[in-house]
């Protein structure tokens, strides 16, 4: 059993996977869009890594919104 995000209804919630992850000694994070990033020492530094990232995305995304005419 999946569990539901906030607005989600319905039996067809979708599947969802860890970011971060462990291959051998390396950590690891991966995006939507099935970028992989890392090696990181260990999972606290891949997490903090993953936190920067998404807070650059959503920077950018913001900025992207104000300039659009």
Do not use: C, I, Q
């Not at 991966?30 to 920077?59: I, M, V, W, Y």
């Amino acid at each position: 059993m999946h569990t539901r995000r906030f607005g989600e209804v319905g039996s067809n919630v979708p599947a969802r996977t860890e970011r971060v992850y462990r291959v051998n000694n390396e950590w690891f994070f991966s995006t939507r869009r099935g970028d992989d990033h890392g090696p990181f020492d260990n999972e606290e530094a891949a997490k903090l890594a993953l936190t920067h990232f998404l807070r650059e995305a959503l920077e950018a995304e913001r900025e992207t919104l104000n300039t659009t005419p």
